[in-house]
């Protein structure tokens, strides 16, 4: 499973643009499941287990990344843009980027040599920044980039101990897991979407679950974890290597109580997600027609939404054991 | 030697303190283009190439980088560190950077959730901006106190000529100098040239000072890097990429080594541009005129964008320009024939 992250985490797919991540992920699936690509660029599986239990369960990942969207060129060959999904300033500005997948830029940024009283403390504002990819001229940037075209800020694949440093482990975390127990013989049936336009307000989970009209959602995630210096206990969130995060409310959802009792209850290293932020598919999914009962395992993430987000195998492991468990439990009727 | 390869090896490699990768590469690449070369106490490298004369003209590129040093290491994993050189404490959240402990440790700048935002952040207290190793409570058994952080990123090529890494400030200098050496290699010099790889200029212009009294040239001229432009810039306080050599004309710099430069670049069609500076210029050169009876002393300048990032960049052509430059001053006589 952590080769195939390994993999998913290095391609390069905005909100709008996932045709890199659908590509990798139908190449893994395609064997073991059934599949089909929906109008808005969806992925909707369905696995045959052992048995067909009577409720119908969908197990949900999103393929988007947060990234930039070309807007204009100036007239000495420099790309404006905007952001797609939420990325701060502080993480953009004198970073690498690459554009389409193949042109390599940078956000520059004025020297802080020349900065005057408190330029040099505060943020530039998003809308002066750009993107340098080298050329002298618009033309020049032009027969390279088109308006409209989208990228990614660059972050290499690094393994530490039992950490991942990387971009886009939001949410190829969960592609990662969904892949591997779609791979793999289950008990019972299940359907799994991965979906596209996440980060742009939970688009692509809205249409798809229309489609599978499940009775049960799990919806796999990458979580902010605050467990880091100078941040008080109670404000952290979640904590590296404590096991999955399960939630009971966000900023989207008022979860199903009965299926985040039974995710705690299930003797896998898991934890609450403790504080009332952030969102995710589960958002549209549990609104999906008359309602679907709907669950999230999120893995906590350092730095989310940056190009150098942290994770624990651990609690990816766990994130996996979880939603196995879940699976057979709902099939089972134990909620 | 080839420029950009070198470049990228000097960029990939750190020195800042007891880190001396890019030093001990720059000295195994110029001790072959010299007649002496050695590596001084004070972690800097000086090549002899002997002319007919004894008068030395010292050419001077920074060897260091910026960066940071372990200040206190928590029981989590995380560091705190202080500044070693000028950092734009606004690009640090979520910047990468390797920690040299025992061993090499990738580690990360801290960014603050946004459900823990206050307005834009405060961007003046480096004390706040903690360094996640990854390692938890393991960190303390590979790092210590006193231990240099260096920015992580391997240069890239853009489009054209243009590349993009860290420490290109000054490495784009150093690169010179060991291509200009290969290149007066078996050339007959009327004065004798020093190549002296500096340490200590982000902290403060200090291993100019003690390399200069060493070496007791009769003329010097640093090499270093300066503001390239960029939207955000405003056009005269820099260079253009691409458009040659930055010729510095500054108080504190000798007239005629500034003119001697300046007309052999346009004699010469060599791509050149003036840099005009009110004061000292914040390279190595302010150190060099002032050493021992005072040197007269000139700077040429790399036009180089996002100066102290690890997203430096800078057209490979303006290296060319100022290489080509030196050259042909140093077979002038430098400004001894002025």
């Known amino acids: ?335 | 030697m080839d420029i950009k390869n070198t470049l990228f090896d000097l960029s990939a490699a750190c020195s800042l303190g007891n880190i001396t990768e890019a030093r001990d590469l720059a000295f195994d690449i110029l001790k072959d283009f010299t007649d002496e070369c050695e590596k001084t106490d004070n972690l800097t490298v000086i090549g002899t190439i002997k002319g007919e004369s004894d008068y030395t003209l010292m050419l001077a590129a920074h060897i260091d980088e910026i960066g940071f040093t372990v200040t206190d290491i928590d029981d989590k994993g995380f560091l705190t560190v202080a500044k070693c050189g000028g950092i734009d404490l606004r690009t640090l959240p979520a910047k990468r950077v390797t920690v040299h402990g025992k061993e090499k440790v990738a580690g990360v700048f801290c960014s603050t959730p946004p459900h823990l935002a206050e307005g834009e952040g405060s961007f003046e207290d480096i004390g706040k901006f903690k360094i996640d190793t990854l390692l938890g409570e393991k960190a303390t058994d590979i790092i210590a106190v006193g231990d240099f952080v260096t920015f992580e990123g391997a240069p890239c090529l853009l489009q054209g000529s243009l590349v993009c890494g860290k420490s290109f400030d000054d490495r784009a200098g150093v690169v010179t100098l060991l291509k200009l050496a290969e290149e007066l290699k078996g050339e007959r010099l009327p004065i004798t040239v020093k190549i002296v790889l500096t340490d200590m200029e982000e902290l403060g212009v200090r291993g100019a000072v003690t390399s200069c009294f060493k070496v007791n040239p009769d003329e010097a001229i640093a090499i270093d890097v300066s503001f390239g432009n960029a939207p955000d810039v405003s056009p005269e306080e820099c260079g253009k990429l691409g458009e040659g050599a930055m010729i510095g004309f500054a108080p504190v710099l000798d007239k005629a080594i500034s003119k001697k430069l300046d007309k052999i670049a346009r004699e010469n069609s060599i791509l050149c541009q003036k840099e005009v500076m009110g004061g000292r210029t914040g390279t190595d050169a302010d150190a060099l005129s002032v050493s021992r009876e005072g040197v007269r002393t000139g700077v040429v300048s790399i036009p180089l964008r996002n100066m102290h990032t690890d997203t430096e960049i800078l057209d490979i052509t303006d290296i060319e320009s100022v290489c080509e430059l030196l050259k042909k001053y140093i077979l002038e006589g430098g400004v001894l024939n002025a």
């Open chain 1, 1 to 335: 499973m952590l080769k195939t992250l390994e993999k998913l985490c290095l391609l390069n797919s905005p909100s709008g643009d996932e045709g890199a991540v659908r590509d990798f992920i139908i190449g893994e699936i395609k064997d073991f499941c059934q599949y089909r690509i929906d109008n808005l660029g969806n992925i909707i599986a369905f696995k045959k287990g052992k048995n067909t239990p009577n409720a119908k369960i969908l197990l949900d990942a999103h393929m988007d990344e947060v990234g930039l969207i070309i807007t204009s060129v100036t007239s000495e060959g420099f790309l404006k843009f905007a952001t797609v999904g939420g990325i701060d300033t502080a993480v953009m500005i004198s970073r690498r980027v690459i554009i389409n997948g193949n042109v390599t830029g940078v956000i520059g940024l004025k020297p802080v040599h020349l900065c005057h009283g408190d330029e040099g403390k505060k943020l530039p504002k998003a809308d002066s920044l750009y993107i340098d990819i080298g050329v002298k001229s618009k033309e020049e940037a032009l027969s390279l980039v088109s308006l409209g075209d989208t990228a990614v800020i660059c972050g290499d694949y690094v393994r530490s101990g039992d950490k991942i440093l990387s971009k886009a482990l939001d949410d190829r975390i969960g592609c990662a897991i969904l892949i591997s127990l779609l791979k793999e013989e289950s008990e019972y049936d299940f359907y799994a979407t991965f979906s596209v336009q996440e980060e742009v307000g939970l688009r692509g989970a809205k249409v798809a679950t229309f489609a599978v009209a499940p009775d049960f959602a799990i919806i796999l995630e990458g979580t902010t974890a605050a467990d880091i210096a100078d941040v008080a206990e109670e404000k952290q969130v979640c904590n590296l290597g404590n096991g999955a995060a399960v939630s009971f409310m966000d900023r989207s959802t008022l979860y199903d109580k009965g299926l985040y009792n039974l995710a705690l209850s299930s003797g896998i290293p898991c934890q609450s997600k403790r504080f009332v932020s952030g969102g995710n598919n589960a958002g549209a999914v549990h609104l999906s027609r008359e309602g679907v009962r709907t669950v999230a395992v999120s893995v906590p993430c350092r730095y989310i939404h940056s190009a150098s987000s942290v994770a624990d195998i651990k609690d990816i492991d766990s994130a996996y054991k979880l939603a196995k468990y879940l699976i057979l439990s709902i099939a089972e009727k134990k909620v």
